[in-house]
């Protein structure tokens, strides 16, 4: 089935790479509210859409912020303030069980839970999602989302200017957002507003 993407487009959650049942690719949606949708649309065209719904030009959105950050791959998608799609590697909705990228609101993640071989992701919604990455990696990709959020903020509210240093590693992300986060992380909705207050990605 297709989903209507523009009534969902403010509140999807994740994005996570699926299998159709009638075979081929295919997109789980996931809401704010827990809710599943199962798109037989592919990850890749999903973003595509949801970035021209929202006006967003995906080109240059990664040669702007691209250097900021830092990096020239995965890097996040702002969609808006509250609406920025981190990458990470997540376990498939198939059979046999794959990892490929799929996209997560930063507001939506609840926390952070390392083990052994993987680690889990908990939204807001109460829905829990693997993801392939390392810990380190998912808290490095928490930072870029939320200095992009800091930069997109001070975009639009210029009387509250951020400034930033432009590297080569994403280390820029590092020195700028020391945020200190348990092992157990505290929500990241809080650090939307920690973000306030302190003023594409596919292969």
């Known amino acids: 089935m297709k989903y209507n993407l523009e009534l969902l487009k403010s509140k999807i959650a994740a994005i996570v790479p699926a299998a159709h049942t009638e075979g081929g690719e295919a997109t789980l949606l996931i809401n704010i509210d827990g809710k599943k949708y199962l798109d037989r649309r592919s990850t890749r065209w999903i973003i595509k859409k949801l ?7 995906l080109q240059a959105v990664r040669k702007n912020y691209g ?4 990096r ?13 799609y981190l990458p990470l ?12 990228m799929g996209y997560i609101s930063l507001v ?5 839970k390392e083990e052994k071989q993987n680690n889990i992701i908990l939204l807001r919604s109460g829905q829990k ?5 390392t810990s380190k990696t998912i808290q490095l990709r928490l930072k870029e989302g939320r200095l992009l959020q800091k930069i997109l903020i001070s975009e639009l509210l210029p009387e509250n ?22 092992h157990y992380t505290n929500t990241v909705s809080d650090s ?7 003023n594409f990605n596919d292969k």
């Open 51 to 57: 970035a021209l719904l929202f006006n967003i030009d």
């Open 67 to 70: 250097p900021q950050l830092g």
């Open 72 to 84: 020239k791959r995965y890097i996040p998608v702002p969609l808006g303030i509250e609406l920025i």
């Open 89 to 100: 590697t997540l376990k498939t909705d198939t059979f046999p069980v794959n990892r490929k």
């Open 108 to 112: 939506q993640i609840e926390g952070t």
């Open 129 to 133: 999602l693997l993801c392939f990455n």
């Open 161 to 182: 200017p951020f400034y930033y240093v432009q590297q080569k590693t994403t280390c820029a992300a590092k020195a700028i957002c020391r945020e200190k986060r348990p």
């Open 192 to 198: 939307f507003a920690a973000a306030q207050d302190d």
